[in-house]
T-cell receptor, first 111, second 119 residues
Framework: AQSVSQHNHHVILSEAASLELGCNYS??????LFWYVQYPGQHLQLLLK??????LVKGIKGFEAEFIKSKFSFNLRKPSVQWSDTAEYFC?????????FGAGTRLTVKP | GAVVSQHPSRVICKSGTSVKIECRSL??????MFWYRQFPKQSLMLMAT?????????EQGVEKDKFLINHASLTLSTLTVTSAHPEDSSFYIC???????????????FGPGTRLTVL
């Protein structure tokens, strides 16, 4: 079945560590890709998005993601995490006009 | 950025009653609105997609007679959970998409969600 896969269910890091969260999708054709963050008790916020062009996308709060078409991947990265980055992170894909989400990755950053 | 509101933010109801949740795009016209359901510690599951003035398109496994969606205008969509039961308890999130015409790059904006608890 077509899907969006986030491989890491829960990631625990210390402050200043580097972060990479995996996202793979199985849809063919043109896709639009997104990463959202959901802080505890808050609604989804867009971190970054890719529609076309430069496959390395820079978002807010120091996050970036790289679209690798051959690998059907759109991994999220941040060189140095902060305690305030503790949240749930969702990868999403728009295909056939519908947005589909991965299962989410819970990031816990220890101070 | 564009803002999407939901009302109410939290509702508790008795089993068998119906609950209506409103979703509004406050400062843009939404060409399409989406309703998602999120169980605790799980991802968002798309329930249905609706365009203004037309019937909603439901995802497989979502009962359209139970989850009534009305997209009355370009800024308002409602989700009515009919004859709610405890298993309907969940977090319901709406999302609205503006168009290129709105300068919103076809982006989806999410509401804050409505937590439904059915006793």
């Amino acid at each position: 079945a077509q899907s969006v896969s986030q491989h890491n269910h829960h990631v625990i890091l210390s402050e200043a560590a580097s972060l990479e969260l995996g996202c793979n999708y199985s849809y063919g054709g043109t896709v639009n890709l997104f990463w959202y963050v959901q802080y505890p008790g808050q609604h989804l916020q867009l971190l970054l998005k890719y529609f076309s062009g430069d496959p390395l996308v820079k978002g807010i709060k120091g996050f970036e993601a790289e679209f690798i078409k051959s690998k059907f991947s759109f991994n999220l990265r941040k060189p140095s995490v902060q305690w305030s980055d503790t949240a749930e992170y969702f990868c999403a894909v728009i295909v056939n006009n519908d947005m589909r989400f991965g299962a989410g990755t819970r990031l816990t950053v220890k101070p | 950025g564009a803002v999407v509101s939901q009302h109410p933010s939290r509702v508790i109801c008795k089993s068998g009653t119906s609950v209506k949740i409103e979703c509004r795009s406050l400062d843009f016209q939404a060409t399409t609105m989406f309703w998602y359901r999120q169980f605790p510690k799980q991802s968002l599951m798309l329930m249905a997609t609706s365009n203004e003035g037309s019937k909603a398109t439901y995802e497989q496994g979502v009962e359209k007679d139970k989850f009534l969606i009305n997209h009355a205008s370009l800024t308002l969509s409602t989700l009515t959970v009919t004859s709610a039961h405890p298993e309907d308890s969940s977090f319901y999130i709406c999302s609205a998409r503006g168009g290129w015409r709105e300068g919103l790059s076809n982006e989806q904006f999410f509401g804050p969600g409505t937590r439904l608890t059915v006793l």
